[in-house]
């Protein structure tokens, strides 16, 4: 290892975010910070089959989501590798190498999944089809989905 080369995870978080900062990104919310420490998976309160609530991803159909996988209709009928990351605004989702999925036309490379904290029964979904950093209004589509057999917790 060169005397240069960033020893902790915390050296090369910092060391990513350094980078994000000088590209005028938003640190944190890059897919691929994930290569600055392990994948997460899917955290078991997304894990399920999802059916969407909003028009906008009707025809979407339904999102089926495991610990390291999703099957979704704009990815075709075979479950689809995916890369998990936590952030402020939810788990990012991330397709790694694969443009298979497309929405419109558009290849789909990264969802956003929002669970709603007040019922677990829903979250928000946002799709994107940048590769690196995707604000918020380069979003392909969003929508809302509710998990198919969930009973909302009582109140």
């Keep these: 290892m060169s005397r240069c080369a960033p020893r902790t995870p915390r050296a090369v978080a910092a060391l990513a975010w350094l980078l994000a900062a000088a590209c005028h990104a938003q640190p944190g919310t890059a897919p691929m910070m994930a290569a ?3 994948a997460l998976q899917v955290p078991p309160a997304l894990q399920g089959r999802w059916t ?3 028009k906008s991803l009707s025809g979407a159909g339904p999102l089926s989501l495991s610990a390291h996988t999703l099957t979704w209709s704009p990815c075709g009928p075979a479950p689809r590798a995916i890369t998990a990351q936590n952030g402020p605004d939810g788990w990012l989702l991330t397709l790694p190498g694969q443009t298979g999925c497309r929405l419109g036309g558009d290849p789909v490379t990264q969802l ?3 669970p709603n904290p007040r019922n677990a029964c829903e979250m928000e979904l ?3 089809s940048a590769a690196l950093q995707t604000p918020p209004n380069e ?3 969003w929508g809302a ?3 198919q057999g969930c009973a909302p917790a009582a109140r």
Excluded: D, G, N
């Design 36 to 38: 600055t420490a392990a």
């Design 52 to 54: 969407p609530v909003s």
């Design 112 to 114: 956003r999944a929002k």
């Design 126 to 128: 946002s799709v994107f």
């Design 139 to 141: 979003r392909l589509a």
């Design 145 to 147: 989905y509710t998990r």
